[in-house]
């Protein structure tokens, strides 16, 4: 329960220790690059900016007259549209429809609060990657675990995890772990009891390998025990706005977190679900979303590496993760007086201090302008 401060405010929860936000440290790089000449271009975030699809859209439209409650399950269709879309852009049969899909009201929903859900406290240990998505940590500091960044069982010494979390391809370094290394990954999760949870947001976005599920039977030995992936339709589908996501695997672990979400009223509204059944079933949207990032990608990666960064890994994902072998906080600042902001890889652990995250979701124009302004950086450089 809340604690109420001297001044009658309410305050966080006792031993909620949360950091701050850390997106408010880059306000004055944003202002220092809005004063460019051609203004402001973001690639700081991951927010999509290109059309929601029209088959979507229309959808949405025509389940608006939804005067009831929604499932907490979500519909036939839904989740059959999910497990359809598991089996023909990856070769997964083996998620139930019935009782292996859930969804979820956008992904980042379930990450905070499965260690929760789960009835994880402050004897427990959640893991996640050295470079993360800080929510996972958040996850686990808001049911009163711990959080340890470790990418290896050494690094765990003796503690014995609950929730494990892997991410491919990953955010922020685009990193794409093989079946193998995944497979090993089920494999010790199983050994120590802990579940292991594959964050899946990016997986249709591998460009320079291809993705593998932890739902594939390559990685679990067809067996789902013990394993769930959060998938997500923000960027695949334009649908950030729409917070449509679902969590798939262990039929037994989806009735318990189930189960819970009822009370909870954690439910996606009906038009939402009808929204995301025509977005999973179609497959032509995503591939031109795919072309479209492909060439932003391509146009950036090429302007980066000729004004002097360095990219590393960014076999997938979003995102290009960039480096000038310099503190983070200088690359931000020779960004920002192109007017160009991104990201400080600090925001994502320690091992992100020399690296830039730099997004592909802007429009072309956008990217476009970006990649001219490098080029006379490029050009001053080699002068």
């Not at 979507?56 to 929604?70: D, K, T």
């Not at 593998?212 to 992936?229: E, F, I, R, T």
């Amino acid at each position: 329960m809340a604690t109420a401060s001297e001044g009658g405010r309410v305050g966080r929860p006792a031993g909620m220790n949360l950091p701050a936000f850390p997106w408010d440290s880059l306000v004055p790089y944003r202002e220092r690059a809005r004063e460019h000449p051609d203004g402001l271009v973001d690639l700081s975030v991951g927010t999509p900016v290109d059309a929601t699809p029209r088959v979507v859209r229309e959808a949405l439209a025509g389940a608006a007259n939804s005067p009831g409650y929604p499932t907490t399950l979500g519909t036939e269709a839904l989740r059959a549209s999910a497990a359809g879309w598991l089996r023909r852009r990856f070769g997964i049969e083996t998620v139930d429809p019935v009782h292996g899909v859930l969804p979820c009201v956008g992904s980042k929903e379930l990450v905070a609060w499965l260690p929760t859900l789960l009835g994880l406290g402050k004897a427990d240990v959640v893991v996640h990657p050295e470079l993360a998505y800080p929510t996972y940590g958040i996850g686990a500091l808001m049911a009163g675990a711990e959080a340890v960044a470790a990418d290896s069982v050494v690094a765990l010494g003796p503690r014995r995890p609950r929730v494990i979390w892997v991410n491919s391809p990953a955010n922020p370094d685009g990193r794409i772990l093989p079946a193998e290394h995944l497979a090993k990954m089920v494999a010790w999760a199983r050994e120590c009891g802990a579940v292991l949870v594959a964050d899946e947001c990016y997986i249709e976005f591998g460009w320079d390998a291809k993705p593998v599920s932890v739902l594939d039977p390559a990685v679990n030995g067809g067996s789902l025990d013990g394993v769930l992936a959060v998938h997500s339709l923000s960027k695949r589908s334009n649908l950030a706005g729409y917070r449509a996501g679902f969590v798939a695997g262990d039929p037994d672990m989806l009735a318990t977190l189930l189960e819970i979400r009822k009370h909870a009223g954690m439910l996606m509204p009906g038009p939402v679900q009808a929204a995301m059944a025509a977005a999973l079933d179609d497959d032509a949207h995503v591939d031109e979303q795919l072309a479209r990032y492909r060439a932003r990608r391509e146009l950036l990666r090429d302007a980066l590496v000729g004004a002097g960064l360095r990219i590393d890994r960014s076999e997938g994902s979003l995102y290009l993760w960039a480096t000038r072998d310099e503190p983070c906080w200088e690359t931000i600042a020779w960004l920002a007086d192109q007017g160009i902001l991104a990201a400080p890889g600090e925001y994502y652990g320690p091992l992100g201090a020399s690296h830039v995250r730099v997004a592909l979701t802007a429009t072309d124009e956008r990217v476009a302008a970006a990649s001219k302004r490098l080029r006379p950086a490029s050009h001053q450089m080699i002068m």
